[in-house]
């Protein structure tokens, strides 16, 4: 049997961006803003050198694509993931696409293939790239 989960893109950083004109923008400075703001939200965490090739989905709380090759997955318990997927993956990060990925397993493993489909378009595909190994992240504490 085959699981089928979708999940939604959460894009909400980038929002404001558009709204805010740089919608018009050339592509390579959008994705300069969106490697910018995907630093300013690692900047919170540090790698533990820990990985995962695999978790379960009932684990997953939230995949956030911080940007086309980093997507954040925080865990029901708050633990945090890193997931360089394979070539990039387009449009992850707009408010019009979300992921869609088929698991077998019942987990999010390293290697499997992941769509981003185009809401407006009637399902079309806009993307799909491959997921690399989960890297562990531990939240820098506030030193205030």
Known sequence: ??????CLTAAAMLAGLAASGCA?????????????EADAVLADYRPTGATRSCLSLR????IEPLD????????????AYLNEVSRGCRQATSD????????????????????VI???????SAGA????????????????
């Open 1 to 6: 049997m085959t699981l089928r989960t979708t």
């Open 24 to 36: 018009t923008e050339a592509a390579p400075d959008r994705a300069g803003a969106r490697a910018a």
């Open 59 to 62: 684990s997953i709380d939230d």
């Open 68 to 79: 086309e090759t980093r997507w954040l997955i925080t865990l029901n318990n708050g633990d």
């Open 96 to 115: 019009f696409t979300y992921l869609q990925y088929e698991t077998p397993t019942g987990s999010l493993c390293a290697n499997e293939i992941v769509r």
């Open 118 to 124: 185009d809401r407006s378009g009637g399902g079309i």
């Open 129 to 144: 790239c491959g997921l690399g190994r989960h890297q562990e992240l531990e939240r820098i504490a506030d030193s205030d």
